[in-house]
């Protein structure tokens, strides 16, 4: 039996998926206030947060009402007791992609949140301790935008045992 999709806020934008998961396109000012619902409504889990750069696919389908930016910020919030999940898909920006942290609702998503930050650029507000997490402190840029430049950083073995 499929359960049914739990209830969006008024004013924030939905659009029913596949097998009851529905996902939420709020504004950035109805973000957090939103993933506050869902975990008061028992969804005990955020599973992922995860940053989105569209830079070379602006034209992707959101529903009417949604101001496309270049950047997005997708939760994915699961309540284990009813059976149900929901994604959460926020616009967080053009030039300076920022969004409300998680972290006080859901603590697991300190490190998905650097993570976004450290490879897009994406600011969380209010997040304790929003550093670089896989790249080195004096890197330079956000590694996965789409116009960050390709290259080739040359791999360095420690004590090769070289050509026999």
Not at 66 to 72: G, K
Not at 84 to 110: H, I, K, N
Not at 129 to 149: C, V
Request: proline share 9%; charged share 25%; glycine share 6%.
């Amino acid at each position: 039996m499929i359960a049914l999709s739990p209830a969006a806020p008024p004013g924030v934008l939905t659009s029913e998926g596949l097998a009851a998961d529905q996902c939420c396109f709020p504004t950035p000012a109805q973000y957090f206030a939103l993933v506050a619902s869902f975990r008061d409504d028992d969804f005990e889990m955020c599973v992922d947060v995860c940053g989105v750069d569209y830079l070379e696919y602006f034209d992707r389908w959101v529903p009417d009402g949604v101001v496309r930016t270049r950047f997005e910020v997708v939760v994915n919030l699961l309540s284990l007791s009813k059976k149900q999940r929901v994604r959460v898909r926020v616009q967080a920006g053009d030039d300076a992609p920022e969004v409300d942290s998680l972290f006080t609702l859901y603590p697991g998503t300190e490190a998905m949140e650097r993570e976004a930050f450290d490879l897009l650029g994406i600011l969380f507000t209010n997040h304790p301790d929003l550093t670089r997490i896989l790249m080195p402190e004096e890197w330079e840029g956000h590694p996965l935008r789409k116009d960050y430049g390709a290259g080739r950083v040359p791999v360095q073995f420690k004590e090769s045992p070289g050509p026999r």
